[in-house]
């Protein structure tokens, strides 16, 4: 049977491309109420705040000046600039953390709105992810000149990548925030574990360690199945994406080994510098599949969002 002849008028992914045009487009028209829910978010996160945005850069400033006391002289972590190694990775997950952790409460916390008018629905996780996106912005900003001056100027020279990276660690975050909106609706209890999801998600992130020490064997035995492990992780590959421009690539140093000098490091750092080929097209892979299951599971879930919040 033809396409024409078919009782459903189109084909699977026909209709499938069909509704997401008409979602785009419904988007853009509501782009002005997207505008305005994400000056909302920033407006009330300062509101009567004398510092203003300062206070957003306490959190990494003072995670930063902790970790890298405890990771410097009590349990090292043998990298070098571990501040800037740690902030590299750091801002890219406060991003993601904080885009999820406001999403999650979208649906719910704008009830009366939900029921009252119609609007594209996404637009209430999406403008989380997008005021997070402007202090992302403005805390590198912020923090380019200390990686300026410990890991030289090509960290400026590399912000476009930067930039790119953070624009698909965007799309993902989009798709991870539209399914825990979604789900949040119906299962109230996901916003309790919440913290323990993402304070999982965070140790299993080469955030506080780079992978490559892990490959290295410096943690063991289990090395080797641990590595891999981590690689099914989304997210490092987004932190690695965002870390190479800003801090560099670590490698695992081919001088360490059983049997090695114990002062040889078992990982060596470059300069920043481009992300491999193969880190990027993961992570494109995860963004795209991350934003097709937060859109399906969102878009079932928003058609009984008014009875429910």
């Known amino acids: 049977m033809s396409v024409e002849s078919s009782p459903l008028g189109a084909a699977p992914p026909e209709r499938l491309l069909r509704r997401a045009s008409k979602k785009l487009v419904e988007l853009y028209l509501a782009r002005d109420l997207l505008a305005q829910l994400v000056a909302k978010e920033l407006k ?9 945005f300062l206070w957003s850069m306490l959190t990494p400033v003072l995670m930063t000046a902790v970790f890298a006391v405890i990771f410097t002289y009590v349990v090292r972590i043998p990298v070098a600039d571990f501040a800037a190694f740690f902030l590299s990775g750091y801002l890219l997950w406060q991003f993601f953390q904080n885009s999820c952790q406001g999403a999650i409460h979208s649906v719910v916390g704008n009830g009366d709105l939900v029921k009252k008018v119609y609007f594209p629905r996404e637009v209430l996780p999406l403008s989380h992810v997008l005021s997070q996106l402007v202090h992302l912005l403005l805390a590198l900003l912020v923090v380019s000149p200390y990686l300026v001056y410990t890991r030289g100027w090509s960290v400026l020279t590399h912000l476009p990548l930067t930039l790119g990276a953070m624009g698909i660690l965007a799309l993902f975050a989009s ?3 539209m399914w825990f909106a979604g789900v949040n609706v119906v299962f109230r209890d996901l916003q309790e574990l919440f913290i323990v999801i993402f304070l999982v998600w965070f140790y299993a992130t080469p955030v506080l360690y780079p992978l490559a020490l892990v490959r290295s064997g410096w943690a063991g035995d289990a090395a080797d199945w641990l590595a891999t492990a981590l690689q099914f992780n989304p997210m490092t590959w987004f932190v690695e994406m965002f870390r190479v421009p800003l801090y560099g690539e670590v490698t695992v140093n081919p001088a360490f080994g059983p049997g090695a000098d114990p002062v040889v490091a078992p ?8 992300p491999s080929a193969t880190v990027v097209l993961v992570a494109i892979a995860w963004a795209l599949a991350a934003v097709l299951v937060g859109y399906v599971v969102f878009s079932r879930r928003a058609r009984t969002f008014a009875k429910e919040v």
């Open 175 to 177: 798709g991870v925030a």
């Open 44 to 52: 009330v996160r300062y509101k009567n705040s004398t510092l203003g």
């Open 267 to 274: 990982v060596i750092s470059a300069g920043p510098g481009v």
